[in-house]
């Protein structure tokens, strides 16, 4: 079984590990893993230049959490975290003032920025540094061009990260700009793994900027409409507010409701030129289950709050069976 997930950050990780949980129970290979080929291809508009070196937000958290290692807390960095490195570069008036790594997080960065200094794509640096943590899945960068997510506001542009955290989102946004998406091409493998699929997922990420921006990527949205493989989402909007983070100050700045089935219908059925077959939503949102169905898809409510690994597997199960591929 092949399973391709297109993944922000935190929700992404979260519901994955979950997914693989259900999969090492269902389809173990003997050896506490499992038979099933899970690809992760992750969200890279977020990543920057921060003081010389390459933060990619959603590719470590995806890595940290598969591989163990996430503060749960956060949902993002490593646990056990220190930050000497950042106190001590204030004292020299210098450092991040709103963007602060983690020693440990940081060896990261300084890792992945070495190794891209030494000529090496995105792609094989990842893959490079996740032999270290062994997520149990095969992690790709959407790309391995530079593609950063902007934000237009009244006062100018700025980098989505210092929109998300330190406005806070607070900022009122009035459009995305994806810089560099047009010239940017898929990462190897990613086009692959969209189309020799037996199903593909878009986990309870941010739809704008996390799944809008691998969308985004010339020649992904085309893989993935005509994939065989059904698509899913799960719905990242819980009675009409995000389960995390911001999402909705994004689909605000494009003119989309935050509800459950407005968002399914910002991405479109397949059918209708869109990129999904299928939409979970939490039970909260059940009433929007009626006029989904009415409209082509596969629709279906289920408890869709990822408190915990055993209960996100039940999700990761909800959301295979709505297209008939439950292990």
Request: glycine fraction near 12%; hydrophobic fraction near 45%; charged fraction near 20%.
């Amino acid at each position: 079984m092949k399973v391709t997930v297109l993944s922000g950050g935190v929700g992404g990780a979260r519901f994955t590990r979950g997914l693989l949980a259900l999969l090492r129970d269902r389809l173990p290979d003997g050896a506490g893993g499992t038979t099933a080929q899970v690809t992760v291809v992750a969200n890279t508009g977020d990543d920057l230049w921060l003081h010389g070196v390459r933060v990619c937000p959603d590719l470590d958290t995806l890595m940290y959490t598969l591989g163990g290692a996430v503060h749960e807390g956060q949902g993002w960095g490593r646990r056990e975290e220190s930050t000497r490195t950042a106190t001590d570069l204030a004292a020299y008036g210098l450092g991040w003032e709103w963007f602060t790594l983690g020693d440990l997080d940081l060896a990261t960065h300084l890792a992945r920025t070495s190794l891209l200094r030494a000529g090496e794509p995105l792609s094989r640096v990842t893959a490079r540094l996740a032999e270290r943590w062994r997520p149990g899945v095969r992690l790709l960068p959407m790309s391995d061009d530079e593609v950063e997510t902007h934000v237009v506001t009244d006062d100018g542009t700025i980098h989505f990260e210092e929109w998300w955290v330190r406005h806070r989102a607070a900022v009122p946004a009035r459009g995305f700009v994806q810089v560099g998406v047009e010239r940017a091409t898929p990462a190897p493998g990613v086009l692959e793994a969209l189309t020799e699929a037996d199903v593909v997922v878009l986990p309870p990420s941010n739809p704008v900027v996390s799944v809008g921006t691998i969308l985004g990527v010339p020649g992904v949205r085309d893989a993935l409409r005509a994939t065989a493989a059904p698509v899913v989402g799960v719905s990242p909007v819980v009675g009409g507010a995000p389960v995390r983070g911001m999402a909705d100050a994004c689909l605000a700045a494009i003119g989309v409701t935050t509800q459950a089935g407005a968002v399914a219908r910002h991405l479109g059925l397949r059918a209708d030129g869109g990129v999904l077959d299928a939409w979970l939503v939490d039970d909260a949102d059940a009433d929007a289950v009626p006029a989904l169905v009415a409209e082509g898809w596969r629709a279906a409510a289920a408890p869709t709050l990822m408190t915990d690994v055993p209960t996100t597997a039940h999700i990761a199960a909800a959301a295979l069976a709505l297209v008939d591929r439950a292990p």
